[in-house]
């Protein structure tokens, strides 16, 4: 018994600690292949009403992330935000993993599209605490290139599939600054019936 409180307490205290760097703060090196197969392991990890696994995950890694970075620019130049978006692409390029998870919710199934969304979001947050508690940093992002049609093209997108979140993953060249977080006070209330 004695171990399990151990790993509870190592556990919260993990969760605890967890922080977005900067994107440009994430470098090499990044996971291994061995890592790299327990952090996929650990995402999947969800709740997934139905056993549906409405999700799917696309690495991106090596070359294929410099072309993929690339590639971003150049449809950045045709956009009438080419300058914003210029700046945030370039956040992708530092991180030497890229995972996209794409929801693939099931139209029209008994367990609803909006419970098949939150398993998504689900296996991005896992993604970021994984790679925190395998000693990387990971950043969540959005962004122009989750909604953009020429941009989730380049990932072979199906239809009705979304970018739930882009995790950017390496090793933390310099620790986020800690931030105002919401209090608990603020953040919980009882329900008094």
């Not at 139905?50 to 449809?75: D, T």
């Not at 093209?153 to 970018?163: Q, R, S, T, W, Y």
């Amino acid at each position: 018994m004695a171990t399990a409180v151990a790993t509870a307490i190592d556990a919260s205290e993990l969760l605890a600690t967890r922080r977005s760097p900067l994107p440009d703060a994430l470098v090499s090196p990044g996971p291994d292949a061995v890592e790299s197969a327990r952090l996929f392991e650990i995402a999947l990890r969800v709740p997934d009403h139905g056993r549906l696994a409405p999700w799917r995950l696309i690495r991106i890694a090596g070359e294929s992330k410099a072309r993929w970075v690339e590639r971003l620019m150049a449809i950045v130049e045709n956009r009438d935000d080419a300058a914003k978006t210029r700046v945030s692409t370039r956040k992708l390029a530092s991180a030497p993993l890229a995972v996209v998870v794409v929801s693939k919710a099931v139209s029209g199934h008994k367990v609803p599209e909006w419970e098949q969304w939150l398993s998504a979001g689900a296996v991005c947050m896992n993604l970021v605490n994984g790679a925190h508690a395998l000693g990387y940093g990971a950043q969540w992002l959005t962004g122009w290139h989750a909604y953009d049609h020429d941009a989730t093209a380049l990932l072979g997108l199906a239809d009705g599939e979304k970018v739930a979140g882009v995790i950017l993953i390496g090793t933390v060249a310099e620790p986020a600054a800690p931030r105002p977080r919401v209090s608990v006070d603020d953040a919980v209330t009882d329900l008094a019936l």
